[in-house]
């Protein structure tokens, strides 16, 4: 069985520009989150989805950052615009019937 | 503030050792406390997990212990290898919201 997928790996962009970032979970799985992570620190959670809905999204800074997930299945992180301090690593994981989460290796992002 | 508090920040092990890291935690909502590893440039990865209802999971080498009165809860890794060098976080999930917490996480360095 195919575990998370992230895309892109690596991202470099300039200041100000967007970045959009896509994460297709384990088959089957309803509940999908995405996490910052920081260097040498653990993840954070910034957005977590039922199934369509997003029923956690607190941690989301609003103004700049926005997430779907469509039909329920993959779903797509976007910063408009970037700032220097997004540089990080963006965690997708999921989750199905049981209390386990899977992550993907996630997109490691780099503001210049 | 830190739901989760994870020490040491960093760790030296001679092969052959136990590795102990310990967590930390005050919310009496969290249900499920799971270990993760995370090897350089990869997501993290569910090693071991447990319920608070148990006081001791073993699986192979590696062991969470749990103290509900004390809200603590550790990770012993026995026969510690190199290969087990990578960082490692606790984490606890709030079970109504099915959201989880991670502390910030142990560099263990495991020596030939």
């Known amino acids: 069985e195919a575990g998370v997928v992230q895309s892109p790996r690596y991202k470099i962009i300039e200041k100000k520009q967007p970045v959009a970032f896509w994460c297709n979970p384990i088959?089957?799985?309803?509940?999908l989150y995405w996490y910052l992570q920081n260097l040498g620190q653990g993840p954070e959670l910034l957005i977590r989805y039922e199934n369509e809905e997003a029923v956690d999204d607190s941690q989301l800074p609003k103004d700049r950052f926005s997430a779907e997930r469509l039909k329920g299945v993959d779903s797509t992180l976007k910063i408009q615009p970037a700032e220097l301090g997004d540089s990080a690593v963006y965690l997708c994981?999921?989750?199905?019937?049981?209390?386990?989460?899977?992550f993907g290796p996630g997109t490691r992002l780099t503001v210049t | 503030q830190q739901q989760v508090k994870q020490s040491p920040q960093s760790l030296i092990v001679q092969k052959g050792g136990i590795s102990i890291i310990n967590c930390a935690y005050e919310?009496?909502?969290?249900?499920?406390f799971p270990w993760y590893q995370q090897f350089p440039g990869k997501g993290p990865a569910l090693l071991i997990a447990i319920r608070p209802d148990v006081s001791e999971k073993k699986e192979g080498r590696f062991t969470i212990s749990f103290n509900k009165s004390a809200k603590q809860f550790s990770l012993h890794i026995m026969d510690s290898q190199p290969g087990d060098s990578a960082t490692y976080f606790c984490?606890?999930?709030?079970?109504?919201?099915?959201?989880?917490?991670f502390g910030s996480g142990t560099k263990l360095n495991v020596k030939p």
């Open positions: 088959s089957g799985h309803n509940t």
């Open positions: 919310n009496t909502a969290f249900d499920y």
């Open positions: 984490a606890a999930r709030v079970g109504n919201f099915n959201k989880f917490y």
């Open positions: 994981a999921s989750s199905g019937q049981g209390y386990e989460q899977y």
